[in-house]
């Protein structure tokens, strides 16, 4: 990690977050937007973010694979292309590509027409009553739970906010076109529903105990991200859109989710800025599940045609690089 001593260095000098590549031109971040929590956010605010998104559902497609595509769909299908074979989960690269990721789809929310920045959904913070929280509010937030209506498969239909009428195309990268599905865990042995005592304060701390990147990312990967999925989306029984890994993107709150799971990550990089910012270490996946090479900030975050690829040092920072925000 040398090159973090240099940009310690220079960083300290100017007190800025550094760059790691002295080669590429320095970006300058003065004002970062600020991303804010769901619950926090005014009405008029909320209601600009869901217009946007359901523009979003019904605006024409980049990648032009299908005919039926939306804008919507290519996120969904992206993200279950890089997943078979597995590039963005289940190792180092989790964090910087979700967080390459949300960024682009607040820019699709932004050629909508919305003026915010990406939101969060603090699961955390409502872990002792996930289905009380106000992202399903049928008029402020993405409608609840889904209901067994007989025209959706075995999967449960979201019949109330403003994506009820909204059917996602994929399933994995297959046209599988449904209503879109969400099926909460139930609530069991004194645990609330939609299994928030995995995502408790309690548990984020154990997380957040963490002090290598990778065994930060893999506690927050397989622990209380994972949990919300399976939690909203039935688990195992992958009834709900979010539940279903390569599915998961079809539902829109998946990029509050993954908005809060950046933020998380933020916030344990805040701990220790100077050592966390950069901090990036783990090994690529391999198909035949062996080790793979070490990871670097130099290696690529692909993003399928969906937007030009990235570079993981551009999001790491999310002051430098590509990035201008702040939680
Ligand atoms: C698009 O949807 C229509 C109506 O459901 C269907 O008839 C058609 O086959 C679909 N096209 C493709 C390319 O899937
Ligand atoms: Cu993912």
């Known amino acids: 990690m040398k090159f973090l001593q240099l940009a310690t260095l220079i960083g300290a000098a100017l007190a800025l977050p550094s760059d790691p590549d002295p080669l590429s031109p320095r970006q300058t971040c003065t004002s970062p937007k600020l991303r804010k929590s769901w619950s926090k956010a005014t009405s008029a605010e909320k209601t600009a973010y869901l217009h946007a998104a359901v523009c979003v559902t019904t605006k024409s497609s980049r990648l032009k694979n299908n005919a039926n595509a939306t804008l919507h769909d290519d996120f969904a299908y992206v993200h279950a292309l890089l997943s078979s074979p597995q590039k963005i989960h289940d190792f180092a690269g989790f964090l910087p590509w979700h967080r390459f990721f949300v960024q682009v789809y607040e820019k699709a929310l932004q050629e909508c027409g919305y003026p915010g920045t990406a939101m969060y959904w603090d699961w955390v913070a409502d872990s002792p009553a996930p289905s009380k929280a106000k992202v399903w509010d ?190």
């Open 138 to 327: 049928s008029v402020t937030g993405f409608g609840g739970n889904g209901v067994s209506t007989g025209d959706n498969g075995p999967r449960l239909r979201v019949i109330d906010g403003p994506f009820k009428d909204f059917r996602p195309l994929y399933w994995n990268t297959d046209v599988s076109p449904h209503w879109l599905s969400r099926d909460w865990l139930p609530a069991q042995n004194g645990e609330p529903e939609i299994s928030g005592a995995n995502y408790s304060p309690a548990r984020m701390a154990e997380v957040n105990a963490q002090t290598t990147f990778d065994g930060f990312r893999q506690a927050l990967e397989s622990g209380p991200h994972a949990a919300v999925h399976g939690g909203v989306g039935g688990g195992g029984r992958g009834l709900g859109d979010l539940g279903f890994q390569n599915a998961s993107p079809n539902d829109p709150l998946f990029f509050l989710h993954h908005t809060q799971v950046d933020r998380l990550w933020w916030l344990w990089q805040q701990q220790d800025p100077q050592t966390r910012t950069f901090a990036y270490n783990g090994f690529h996946n391999t198909q035949d599940g062996s080790q793979g090479p070490t990871v670097m900030l130099s290696d690529i975050l692909p993003m399928a045609g969906l937007a030009p690829d990235g570079i993981v040092k551009d999001y790491m920072d999310v002051k430098g690089g590509k990035l201008c925000y702040t939680y």
